[in-house]
């Protein structure tokens, strides 16, 4: 239980940043297959799934609420070295995916998924439009305020189910970004100053709190929803979904190199001089690597405690 409330911090982290999809963290980190199974099975097995799922949950939330503001300033200050690790960690579960894949390896048209799965990710990621940041409802003040937070938890959390994408991107693309992660930050704030004992700041918070709310059920049904439709298909077809989510996965280390580390490291090249090259080539590479050993480690992790 502690092992998933950890991952589910790395899944709530994951949440946060545009581009780094939090369903293909859960593929890195072993457990996608058994969110899918026990967010269908709380009616028929509910003490199991609860077991699993509220130590991940209460996991995410804390990843959320501690990573509103700092991973973001972590990101936009150590772009470089982020991205690289993030790209580790995707790339770590190459090899498990794989044997995945191993039994439908014989039926070429498992090969058009790969494919398909390897391409839907980039050209998401090139024909979005221009992130817009600035547009945020602060406070709910009508029906429609209700209903554009809650159809915006729903889309966003339907479409996360899928290896690859990015929720944080998601709400970019809807518009909705600044008003998600601006409430969960101001509530987050609300928090601490109440526990400091600056009484009025609750107050402050209970606004954000709304929009936290509203937004939480559009995205529990969004996901009960997805979570159905996914489960179904990796029942009947389990090995032939890992050659889409293979490709997903690989699609998903290109476009985060595009984002984060790429630019990074042409500017080096170009303006840094070559000390400056040198030194990101090998700060890119470690922490690549770290974040390679980071899924591997946990991937063992899971083994043992599955034989156990």
């Known amino acids: 239980m502690i092992l998933n409330a950890v991952k589910g911090i790395f899944i709530g982290l994951a949440l946060v940043i545009p581009g780094l999809s939090a369903s293909t963290l859960a593929v890195v980190m072993g457990m996608y297959d058994e969110l899918i199974n026990n967010i269908n099975g709380l009616r028929k097995e509910f003490k199991k799934s609860v077991k699993f799922l509220l130590p991940v949950g209460i ?5 959320i609420l501690a990573s509103a503001g700092f991973l973001l300033w972590v990101i936009e200050t150590f772009e470089l070295p982020s991205y690289a690790f993030f790209i580790g960690l995707v790339l770590g579960s190459v090899p ?8 439908a390896m014989p039926k070429k048209w498992n090969y058009g998924l790969l494919v398909v799965g390897l391409i839907a990710i980039p050209i998401l990621h090139f024909i979005s439009p221009e992130a817009d940041y600035n547009t945020q409802i602060t406070a709910i003040g009508s029906f429609g305020d209700v209903a554009i937070i809650f159809i915006a938890g729903f889309v ?3 479409l996360i189910a899928l290896p690859g994408v990015s929720g944080a991107m998601i ?3 809807i518009g909705q970004f600044a008003t998600v992660y601006g409430a969960v930050s ?7 100053m109440t526990v400091r004992g600056q009484e009025d700041a609750w107050y402050q918070g209970l606004s954000a709190m709304l929009i936290v709310l509203v937004f939480f059920a559009g995205s529990v049904l969004g996901l009960f929803v997805a979570a159905r439709l996914i489960g179904a298909l990796i029942k009947r077809y389990e090995a032939s979904v890992y050659f ?5 996965i690989i699609g998903a280390a290109f476009v985060l190199f595009d984002v984060g580390v790429g630019g990074n490291l042409m500017y080096s090249f170009t303006d840094g001089g070559v ?3 040198v030194r990101d080539v090998i700060l890119a590479i470690a922490a690549l ?20």
């Open 59 to 63: 996991g995410a939330m804390i990843g």
């Open 96 to 103: 498990v995916i794989f044997k995945k894949m191993k039994p």
């Open 156 to 158: 966003a959390c339907f």
């Open 171 to 173: 709400l970019i693309l």
């Open 186 to 192: 101001n509530f987050a704030d609300a928090l601490v």
């Open 244 to 248: 889409a989510v293979m490709g997903i």
């Open 275 to 277: 000390w400056a090259s």
């Open 289 to 308: 690597v770290l974040g390679y050993v980071c899924t591997v480690f946990m991937g063992k992790i899971d083994k043992k405690a599955a034989e156990n």
